[in-house]
């Protein structure tokens, strides 16, 4: 099993930035690909950004690419998630996610997920 913890969220007010933290413990060598979500209220659950176990291979949503960077230290079991320019509709409670098998934009992709944190940009 994987264990995963984020850290980092909070309120901040649009146009500021914000950096997401997550801790992996456990069996975290059975881990591949790595991503944060996001989920609104009301909505369903989405793909934010993704990085692959060597941590040079990254992907994003189309949606955010130009404002997050997603990075990965496999020595500390830490993913992180800059976020930048952020607006009121990046409210959500942002996840962290682990797939031992692959690196993807869906939910299904993935077989491990933290409890989340709440990020609010107030205006």
């Known amino acids: 099993q994987v264990q995963l913890v984020e850290s980092g969220g909070a309120l901040v007010q649009a146009g500021g930035s914000l950096t997401l933290s997550c801790a992996a413990s456990?069996?975290?060598?059975?881990?591949?690909?790595m991503a944060w979500f996001r989920q609104a209220p009301g909505a369903e659950r989405e793909f934010v950004a993704g990085?692959?176990?060597?941590?040079?291979?990254?992907i994003y949503a189309d949606s955010m690419k130009d404002r997050v960077y997603i990075s990965r230290d496999n020595a500390r079991n830490t993913l992180s998630l800059q976020m930048n320019s952020l607006k009121p509709e990046d409210t959500a409670v942002y996840f962290c996610?682990?797939?031992?098998?692959?690196?993807?934009?869906?939910?299904?992709?993935?077989?491990?997920w933290g409890q989340g944190t709440q990020v609010t940009v107030s205006l």
């Open positions: 990085v692959g176990g060597n941590t040079f291979y990254k």
């Open positions: 456990g069996r975290t060598f059975s881990i591949s690909g």
């Open positions: 996610a682990a797939s031992r098998l692959r690196l993807g934009r869906d939910v299904n992709d993935y077989d491990y």
